[in-house]
């Protein structure tokens, strides 16, 4: 391994993590923040056996082509590893060296349990299909451990023995284009009880409906998405000799876990979702033998979280736990035994719907379950059927329970409990430690940083010996990079440097303000200011909106976390100040309350001083563009306005349709973020009462109108409704839409992001800057 870097930045003070201060006062360069790396999704970092070395994956954002999201199904490439590369880390002298040498896309790194290896995913020996990889540690030789083709996203699972691992893969009796097929394709265009009915040559796809009351099962009911993208086999490689078993063959494969003692492995199998209009998926939860024996259904229709991963094996290996969650689900925890029996709820929480599944943790011994329910730590008996709440911090939300090699971590040894936590009320995330007996917590670190990421199920990692842990750590003004601490948090150091080229610039600070909506609702917003601000001189302000969220919660990440597509320190060092507005909404009148929300809250920041009241913006993406129009049509405040990849036209957004009839806006619009709470033949007047296009002509603002020409989540013929009746109303609009883009920019094509980025500064800069 080469060795590229050293950058070991020492903290003495206990606890204080403090980042490097910038020197330059300048616009950054739209190049510098689009060519950043940055850390991988859904992998975090991971410690070798013998605590000396930790891996990490990085992506380098230029590599990134065009349609991305589209590589997986032909290619096995997914998103968090295209341009990824694996880059190890020597604990004691803070050497990084990068494994993979920039050849190909890398990801998925784990070591084998004693450590001799490090497999990986590639698509490193140019066949154009990821495959199977080992890296020797102590020679950092490499080699292809398989031909399989690999289809995987997240972390693979050796086995006890070190030699075997599980992954998924291509489905054995399809090709890469035919699984390519099979995931984009119309599911019902071939029924096994209809005559096929087209004339040979037709270019026709055909889409049915059962009727109403028929039950046919997942391949004959429509939802919110294709669950085929679950599609894949399981299977068992042996690193030695090449040999690979299958497991699992023609299922979705959801999640799978082997047991400790590697006698089994636990899959969930996604089936149908359970009504229509609901995204609430249900699951199998089966038990597959690794050595002999029949597989087992340990329990059916099981409503588990998006990525149905909400489950752990027992120390012992004869039993797992699961907790549900998603729309329909109340977050109760349930026992299943290898040896048979019906599910036991084991916690009775006795809550309403729509909770969120988190990863129950057994302690050592399997004598309790520790879970995170309604932002409280909860514990639970396998023997019993009641939880009790262990502890619950006032004024903080419960993020993550660490865990040390899929058990409980304890920083003391034995009595305590490591939790990632977030302040509401400061803003501020941090760690406590809870004691498992008495439920008492103790602040370990509390500061205005940011200690998680989106997209990372996972954010600490805990070395085997348990003296160290490792974290993600960002702020406004500075990008994430990966630091390194005691279990107590003290002595923290940075690990890597991924970002050099920000160094130079000096970033706009963030600040949280407050104000109450015309309903005389507390709200916040995070605000922030250019690098050079001077207090009582006024800037252009550009609102970034998005109705339903607590964008306040951005505070923290840098940029205040590319809200719109755009990290927002490219406006700040351009000075302009940026506002990020909580802007709640209530059932059936979601486009009048982004006005009771958001415009008192721009009101303040002109009572402020901050903002000039003659040069205001506003943008956002997705339903934040929807957000954004829908201000737009109620205000003539703003005197230029971005909608990225958003829409005006609820009902029309209701009926569009993937290749695939999936009909995912269904359950936005039914019992999603729209809040319609029902079809529009129950509330005719709510969809059009709440859809902006009805209203274009009360349009003042100048609107720049972006959108992936790809876009599968909310279809281009939405901006172009936009764009077509603004220009029959004479109204000033401009529409870029890209050719063969998906939905959100920050996934786009290098060259694409560039341009998009220069196209919205440009934007403002010709209308507020005037």
């Known amino acids: 391994m080469r060795a590229v870097t050293s950058v070991v930045n020492l903290i003495a003070a206990a606890g204080l993590l403090s980042m490097p201060a910038a020197s330059q006062v300048a616009p950054l360069r739209v190049e510098d923040v689009v060519a950043t790396h940055s850390f991988s999704e859904f992998m975090p970092a991971s410690f070798s056996p013998d605590a000396k070395q930790l891996v990490y994956a990085a992506k380098d954002n230029r590599k990134i082509g065009v349609n991305p999201m589209e590589q997986f199904a032909p290619t096995g490439v997914p998103m968090n590893g295209l341009g990824a590369d694996l880059f190890v880390v020597k604990i004691a002298t803070g050497e990084v060296a990068n494994l993979t040498g920039r050849v190909g896309n890398n990801w998925a790194p784990t070591w084998s349990p004693d450590g001799r290896y490090l497999a990986f995913i590639s698509d490193r020996d140019g066949s154009g299909q990821a495959k199977l990889w080992i890296s020797e540690t102590a020679t950092g030789k490499k080699r292809k451990a398989s031909d399989v083709f690999v289809r995987a996203i997240e972390k693979i699972q050796w086995l006890p023995n070190n030699r075997q691992i599980l992954l998924t893969a291509?489905?054995?009796?399809?090709?890469?284009?035919?699984?390519?097929?099979?995931?984009?394709?119309?599911?019902?265009?071939?029924?096994?009880?209809?005559?096929?009915?087209?004339?040979?040559?037709?270019?026709?796809?055909?889409?049915?409906?059962?009727?109403?009351?028929?039950?046919?099962?997942?391949?004959?009911?429509?939802?919110?998405?294709?669950?085929?993208?679950?599609?894949?086999?399981?299977?068992?490689?042996?690193?030695?000799?090449?040999?690979?078993q299958p497991v699992d063959q023609g299922h979705r494969i959801a999640a799978y876990a082997p047991s400790p003692d590697g006698s089994y492995v636990a899959v969930t199998i996604p089936k149908r979702f359970e009504k229509p209009g609901?995204?609430?998926?249900?699951?199998?939860?089966?038990?597959?033998?690794l050595v002999a024996g029949k597989p087992q259904t340990l329990a059916s229709d099981v409503r588990l979280g998006f990525d149905g991963s909400s489950f752990s094996w027992a120390p012992d290996s004869s039993q797992l736990i699961y907790q549900t969650g998603g729309m329909e689900a109340g977050g109760d925890c349930y026992l299943v035994r290898l040896k048979g029996g019906e599910p036991k709820n084991i916690t009775n929480l006795r809550a309403g719907p729509n909770q969120v599944a988190y990863h129950p943790l057994w302690d050592q011994e399997g004598r309790h379950v520790y879970f995170l329910h309604q932002d409280a730590v909860w514990k639970a008996s396998p023997d019993g059927e009641t939880a009790i709440p262990l502890s619950k911090i006032p004024q903080h939300r419960l993020i993550e329970l660490v865990a040390k090699e899929g058990f409980v971590f304890s920083p003391d040894g034995h009595r305590g409990l490591l939790v990632l936590t977030y302040d509401d009320r400061l803003r501020q995330s941090g760690f406590f430690e809870m004691d498992l007996e008495t439920g008492k917590s103790v602040e370990l670190l509390q500061k205005s940083q940011w200690y998680f990421a989106y997209g990372r199920r996972h954010n600490v990692s805990v070395s085997p010996?348990?003296?160290?842990?490792?974290?993600?750590?960002?702020?406004?003004?500075?990008?994430?990079?990966?630091?390194?601490?005691?279990?107590?948090?003290?002595?923290?150091?940075?690990?890597?440097?991924?970002?050099?080229q920000l160094d130079k610039y000096q970033m706009g600070a963030a600040r949280l303000i407050e104000w109450r909506s015309l309903d005389g609702e507390q709200l916040h917003g995070a605000l922030l200011l250019p690098p050079s601000y001077t207090e009582g001189k006024s800037y252009p302000l550009i609102v970034c909106v998005y109705g339903g969220a607590s964008l306040s919660d951005d505070l923290l990440q840098f940029g205040l976390g590319s809200c719109g597509g755009v990290n927002m320190q490219l406006f700040a060092t351009r000075g302009y100040v940026v506002l990020l507005p909580d802007a709640p909404q209530r059932l059936g009148t979601p486009m009048a309350d982004l006005a009771k929300t958001v415009l008192p809250g721009v009101d303040k920041v002109v009572e402020m001083g901050i903002a000039d009241p003659r040069r205001l913006g506003v943008m956002g993406h997705s339903y934040g563009g929807y957000s954004a129009l829908s201000l737009m049509v109620q205000t003539t405040r703003f005197k230029a306005g971005v909608m990225s990849?958003?829409?005006?036209?609820?009902?029309?957004?209701?009926?569009?349709?993937?290749?695939?009839?999936?009909?995912?806006?269904?359950?936005?619009?039914?019992?999603?973020?729209?809040?319609?709470?029902?079809?529009?033949?129950?509330?005719?007047?709510?969809?059009?009462?709440?859809?902006?296009?009805?209203?274009?002509?009360?349009?003042?603002?100048?609107?720049l109108?972006?959108?992936?020409?790809?876009?599968?989540?909310?279809?281009?013929?939405?901006?172009?409704?936009?764009?077509?009746?603004?220009?029959?109303?004479?109204?000033?609009?401009?529409?870029?839409?890209?050719?063969?883009?998906?939905?959100?920019?920050?996934?786009?094509?290098?060259?694409?992001?560039?341009?998009?980025?220069?196209?919205?500064?440009?934007?403002?800069?010709?209308h507020l800057q005037r």
């Open 705 to 766: 109108i972006v959108h992936g020409a790809e876009d599968t989540a909310v279809h281009a013929f939405l901006a172009d409704e936009v764009f077509v009746g603004l220009r029959r109303l004479g109204k000033e609009v401009t529409y870029a839409k890209y050719e063969k883009e998906s939905h959100s920019p920050l996934n786009w094509s290098y060259a694409n992001q560039l341009d998009f980025c220069n196209r919205v500064i440009s934007w403002f800069e010709g």
């Open 465 to 500: 010996d348990g003296k160290l842990v490792a974290f993600f750590l960002q702020d406004a003004q500075h990008a994430q990079e990966l630091w390194l601490a005691a279990p107590n948090l003290h002595n923290a150091r940075r690990l890597t440097h991924i970002n050099p």
């Open 278 to 289: 609901s995204q609430q998926i249900l699951f199998d939860l089966v038990a597959f033998p």
């Open 645 to 703: 990849d958003g829409y005006g036209d609820i009902m029309a957004h209701y009926g569009e349709m993937g290749k695939d009839g999936s009909t995912y806006a269904v359950a936005i619009a039914e019992q999603g973020q729209e809040l319609m709470g029902g079809t529009p033949w129950q509330f005719r007047e709510r969809y059009i009462e709440n859809s902006p296009v009805f209203y274009l002509d009360r349009v003042e603002t100048p609107l």
């Open 170 to 244: 291509l489905p054995e009796n399809l090709t890469p284009a035919e699984f390519a097929q099979r995931l984009t394709a119309n599911a019902l265009q071939e029924s096994p009880n209809e005559p096929e009915d087209k004339v040979p040559g037709s270019t026709a796809v055909v889409y049915r409906s059962a009727p109403s009351g028929a039950h046919g099962g997942a391949k004959t009911e429509y939802g919110a998405w294709n669950l085929e993208s679950y599609l894949r086999d399981l299977v068992l490689v042996d690193v030695i000799s090449g040999k690979v």
